[in-house]
């Protein structure tokens, strides 16, 4: 009993009336209930009460000289949180109760006042407050959850993506340090490359995937000798059959790592022609990854277009006119005419 009594001294009621006879009546039912009571005379009144106090429950009057107690409790609903209130009232009128419960009233209590119907009405409110308060907490946690959750996984998923391209562009620059005459190749492949996907459309994923491919689709050249690879002049037959071998060199050194992105197959089909005339597969058409076709043609563009160790650069009007000739042939024609747009129309330079 004596617990009892100490937990329900916590909760703190205003009491607003103007008649005094009634504040009295209902203080002393619920200072005997065990709550801390406080009382005032007006709205006016109220309001400096409820500064600097801390209520569970505002008991007001509805009829009182000056301000009415429904608009003291719109404003109190409207400044504090968590105050649960009751309306008193000399009218058992529905339409008014009606007009209560839209605002947020839990109850209201006709006069003359009953002690019981005055402490049921206060037990049940408070009760209804206590547990809309545990429910709100309990939604505000979870949604904090879940929002923390999120927070961490999203950022776990920014570290592994940046630790994924770091890989990526240090073997990037591994291929580029034993073959400098297509130093950069690869960065101005994968840059090409990831425009027209831009341009195509492609989702994000798709444009990250044929962007870092891109990065290291000649990784496989890494098996090739490097006077082979560096040679002036023409290739014999069989220099040229090992530099054949490179996109599955580099399929068979990235087909076990888990990308994001289909990267190993990307490198595999690099050399794949839309009409099956590539290697080393010689599949055609939409058996070759979109990505890849892009990469090949961005490949092509970006090859003709600089210097080799056997020519100097022909020129981008070379290069463009080589794959606009050969769309629809040995080139996926909407990935062409993107490309052949994207450095006439777009301004797009290496
Ligand atoms: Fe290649």
């Known amino acids: 009993m004596m617990q009892a009594n100490q937990t329900k001294n916590r909760k703190s009621i205003l009491i607003v009336d103007d008649e005094e006879s009634i504040r009295q009546v209902m203080q002393n039912i619920l200072e005997m209930e065990g709550y801390h009571i406080e009382t005032a005379s007006s709205a006016d009144d109220a309001r400096v009460r409820l500064e600097g106090n801390s209520f569970q429950l505002i008991l007001s009057d509805i009829n009182m000289p000056g301000e009415s107690g429904l608009d003291l409790v719109r404003y109190v609903f409207d400044k504090y949180d968590n105050i649960a209130a009751i309306m008193v009232t000399a009218v058992d009128d529905p339409s008014l109760a009606e007009a209560m419960f839209e605002i947020g009233v839990y109850d209201y209590i006709t006069k003359p006042i009953s002690r019981s119907s005055v402490i049921i009405s206060v037990k049940n409110a408070l009760h209804r407050r206590e547990l809309e308060l545990s429910n709100k907490n309990y939604r505000d946690g979870l949604e904090k959850m879940v929002t923390d959750r999120t927070t961490s996984l999203q950022s776990l998923m920014h570290q ?96 076990d790592i888990k990308f994001p992105w289909p990267i190993a197959n990307l490198v595999l089909q690099h050399h794949e022609r839309y009409d099956g005339s590539g290697y080393p597969n010689g599949i055609s058409k939409d058996d070759i990854l979109l990505e890849a076709r892009i990469i090949s043609v961005a490949d092509v563009v970006e090859a003709i277009a600089s210097h080799r160790p056997y020519r100097p650069s022909l020129g981008i009007d070379i290069a463009l006119e080589e794959i606009s000739k050969n769309a629809g042939i040995t080139y996926d024609p909407d990935v062409t005419k993107i490309c052949i747009e994207l450095f006439k129309k777009k301004g797009f330079t290496f």
């Open 160 to 255: 592994l993506r940046e630790t994924i391209d770091g890989v990526i562009q240090t073997i990037a620059l591994t291929v580029e340090t034993r073959d400098p005459y297509t130093a950069g190749h690869q960065r101005r492949v994968a840059n090409l490359a990831r425009a027209i996907a831009v341009e195509m459309k492609l989702s994000n994923e798709s444009v990250e995937g044929t962007y870092l491919a891109g990065l290291i689709h000649d990784l496989g050249k890494i098996s090739i000798p490097a006077e082979i690879l560096s040679k002036p002049g023409r290739l014999t037959v069989n220099e040229f059959n090992l530099i054949k071998d490179h996109p599955r060199t580099g399929f068979d050194i990235l087909k």
